[in-house]
């Protein structure tokens, strides 16, 4: 899943990934090919050194050291523009903020966090099926959950 992630393969990801948590809170949107590029910057400095694996029957949990971007720093940047322009009398655009974030994701120069979490595993029909979740959220796209939470304290 993890490989999948690092290429892009989004539809080599759904092999791997239980959907259902997330199904039951949120609906998935339909992909197109420009978005598949653009999300694949989301993974593109993803690494990852799995640590200890314990199974019990059907299910497993997986501790694993994940390095990606840092989306605290992403998301920061992103907002500090946002509320630049609309305190600033800027007129942009949707698509121009929309560019703007894909432009963070695509440089270089961002910086990467590593934290280590515990995914979950079940084995549906025979094969390991990783447990799409907010754990799982968290690792892949480390500081983002902080950065959202730091957006939501400010408007509360």
């Known amino acids: 899943m993890l490989s999948a992630l690092k290429q892009g393969d989004f539809n080599k990801v759904y092999e791997y990934v239980d959907y259902?948590?997330?199904l039951e809170n949120a609906e998935l949107d339909s992909q197109n090919a420009e978005n598949q590029d653009k999300e694949k910057l989301l993974?593109?400095?993803?690494?990852w050194k799995i640590n200890k694996i314990n199974e019990n029957g059907d299910n497993a949990t997986v501790e694993i050291e994940i390095t990606n971007k840092d989306f605290n720093v992403i998301i920061t940047n992103?907002?500090?523009k946002v509320l630049k322009?609309?305190?600033g009398g800027e007129n942009i655009s949707n698509e121009e903020l929309?560019?703007?974030l894909y432009e963070l994701?695509?440089?270089?120069?961002?910086?990467?966090?590593?934290?280590?979490?515990t995914i979950e595993l079940t084995k549906q029909e025979g094969k390991w099926k990783v447990t799409a979740n907010s754990d799982l959220?968290?690792?892949l796209l480390p500081g983002f959950e902080d950065a959202v939470n730091s957006l939501n304290s400010i408007t509360d």
Not at 43 to 47: A, H, M, P, Y
Not at 108 to 113: I, L, S
């Open 20 to 22: 259902q948590e997330l």
């Open 98 to 100: 929309e560019n703007y």
């Open 137 to 139: 959220t968290s690792a």
């Open 105 to 117: 994701l695509a440089d270089d120069q961002v910086q990467t966090a590593t934290n280590i979490k």
């Open 43 to 47: 993974f593109e400095k993803l690494e």
């Open 78 to 80: 992103y907002m500090q």
């Open 85 to 87: 322009s609309a305190f």
